[in-house]
């Protein structure tokens, strides 16, 4: 599972899931969205089946907002984009018959988390590793990592649409932007691996070297 989530990507870009929606994934969508505080419902939904869950974003009459929860199949706990994670939940403002869509990208997510766990000589595929290697679970600094997978995704979502919407300049640009910063945090990113299981990171790994394996 990638460290990153569609959330991480509007913290970066947040008119991402307005300008290139074409090129998301749509999960859910609908006319009869009710916002009340933080609970977002829709009778029509079923979210559960869709796979709506935390860390999702959803669109509330073009407005982006946090998936927090799925608290059933058509509710869910949501918010205004927060600074960080854990701080308190912000309302969107109350609403009825709202128009709403749920998109991810994280088909692009998981390309790029099987990416870098591959620069830092992890199969992502492995569920139990040899001695001596380790598996995605190993990782402690989820959090760093998960910025890392942020900025390469955003790379190859802007490259994307710029090859799609050739006239568009501004997509060629965000594309550069992100591929610079994606290569200056490879660069400075370190991996913390805990391969003995007590919750301390005891191997440090770069991404920045490339790693070569005898057959």
């Known amino acids: 599972m990638s460290f990153a989530a569609d959330r991480h990507l509007l913290v970066l870009e947040p008119n991402l899931f307005r300008d290139v929606q074409f090129a998301s994934l749509l999960l859910a969508s609908g006319t009869d969205g009710v916002v009340s505080g933080t609970s977002f419902t829709s009778a029509s939904a079923d979210f559960e089946a869709a796979g709506v869950g935390a860390g999702h974003v959803i669109s509330i009459s073009d407005r982006a907002v946090e998936v927090v929860e799925r608290v059933s199949a058509t ?27 749920v998109r991810s990208f994280a088909p692009q997510i998981e390309v790029l988390h099987r990416q870098v766990m591959r620069m830092a000589g992890i199969e992502p595929d492995v569920a139990e590793a040899e001695e001596g290697e380790a598996t995605v679970e190993a990782v402690v600094n989820a959090d760093e990592m998960a910025q890392v997978e942020s900025l390469g995704t955003l790379e190859a979502i802007f490259a994307s649409a710029a090859s799609i919407l050739a006239d568009e300049p501004y997509l060629r640009l965000r594309a550069a932007s992100y591929r610079q910063r994606f290569a200056s945090a490879r660069q400075r990113a370190r991996v913390r691996l805990d391969l003995d299981g007590d919750g301390v990171a005891d191997v440090v790994r770069s991404l920045s070297v490339v790693q070569f394996v005898r057959w």
């Open 75 to 101: 509710e869910l706990t949501v918010s205004l984009l927060r600074r960080r994670i854990d701080d308190p939940l912000l309302p969107p403002p109350d609403s009825a018959a709202a128009v709403y869509t």
